[in-house]
């Protein structure tokens, strides 16, 4: 079983920063892809930023040059450095490890 612990959401005034982190432990043996997805209010959930094995990252066309995926193999944990925040980024933001979602964590841009 796979557990999952998320943090660093929140609410943020527009051009602000925020560093959600996303923890994984459990039966997990290797690490194929880790990655950020968000689902806005009446809106499908969509990829913001993923990592697959090899070190590769894709990123949404929203959010490219604001944001930037990490991870630490040791921790098993990913995380989203996401800057120059605006309205229109606020959303639930969800990771997901091999397939697996995390519980989310709510980002409010907002002034």
């Known amino acids: 079983q796979v557990r999952f612990v998320e943090s660093g959401g929140g609410l943020v005034q527009p051009g602000g920063s925020l560093r959600p982190a996303c923890a994984a432990s459990?039966?997990?043996?290797?690490?194929?892809?880790m990655g950020w997805y968000r689902q806005a209010p009446g809106k499908q959930r969509e990829l913001v930023a993923n990592?697959?094995?090899?070190?590769?990252?894709n990123y949404a066309e929203s959010v490219k040059g604001r944001f930037t995926i990490s991870k630490d193999n040791a921790k098993n944990t990913v995380y989203l450095q996401m800057n120059s925040l605006q309205p229109e980024d606020t959303a639930v933001y969800y990771c997901?490890?091999?397939?697996?979602w995390g519980q989310g964590t709510q980002v409010t841009v907002s002034s």
């Open positions: 990592i697959i094995s090899g070190g590769s990252t």
């Open positions: 459990g039966s997990i043996f290797k690490v194929f892809h």
């Open positions: 997901n490890v091999n397939l697996l």
